[in-house]
């Protein structure tokens, strides 16, 4: 279990290296932790995340939405593993044999499963497996889930059915509508958030701002 402080995962999906480091100058030691996407890395290369490793000394979380066969699948979670990245998100949908082949490799890189997407499209196809998703995590040890924290009643069910235990990282907030806070309120580890941070006037008061807001949900 990662530990909780602010509850703060910070989405780093700005557009170089100049742009990451000086945000994670302003507002990095207020961020439990940190997700990477492709743009980033695509950019700069994944040597990125064992800077930004080196540097923070806080859990990697490479949002990389693993989803193909489990040969592809191994050699992504590897390679991220070896970059410094402290977990790995995967889809649901790439089924039982390549999840447990994922489970397999991991190793010390804790895997994360997608439940639900947060865009509008997700009500569409991932919604439908959440509950089937969500079990699969539990069933096969896995760190943690990702649940659409712009809809917290989807949290909170996930919650029960993982149990206490695994970690819940929430997107969807700010930007998609996710309210600061009730992700943790409904059962979240973490609410992963980018463009509400790195958007804003002011970084360090935003922070603030969503500190103040999960604090009375905070356990640790």
């Not at 190793?107 to 959440?130: H, I, Y």
């Amino acid at each position: 279990m990662w530990k909780q402080h602010s509850g703060i995962m910070l989405a780093l999906d700005v557009e170089n290296r100049a742009q990451a480091f000086r945000l994670l100058d302003l507002i990095g030691e207020d961020c439990d932790a940190i997700k990477f996407n492709y743009p980033l890395v695509l950019r700069e290369g994944l040597s990125i995340v064992t800077e930004v490793k080196n540097r923070c000394k806080k859990p990697i979380l490479c949002d990389f939405k693993v989803a193909d066969v489990p040969v592809t699948n191994d050699r992504i979670i590897r390679i991220c593993g070896e970059a410094g990245a402290d977990g790995v998100m995967v889809h649901g949908f790439i089924g039982m044999d390549a999840l447990q082949s994922a489970v397999q490799v991991a190793g010390n890189t804790a895997l994360f499963l997608v439940t639900q997407m947060t865009n509008p499209g997700g009500l569409d196809f991932t919604a439908q497996f959440t509950d089937e998703f969500a079990a699969m995590a539990r069933t096969f040890g896995l760190a943690g889930v990702q649940a659409p924290g712009n809809r917290p009643e989807v949290v909170r069910h996930v919650r029960k059915i993982i149990g206490p235990d695994m970690m819940i990282v929430c997107c969807g907030i700010g930007a998609q509508g996710g309210k600061f806070g009730a992700a943790i309120e409904a059962g979240a580890t973490f609410e992963i958030i980018g463009r509400a941070i790195y958007d804003a006037k002011d970084p360090v008061a935003k922070v603030a701002e969503i500190k103040a807001a999960t604090r009375p949900f905070i356990k640790s």
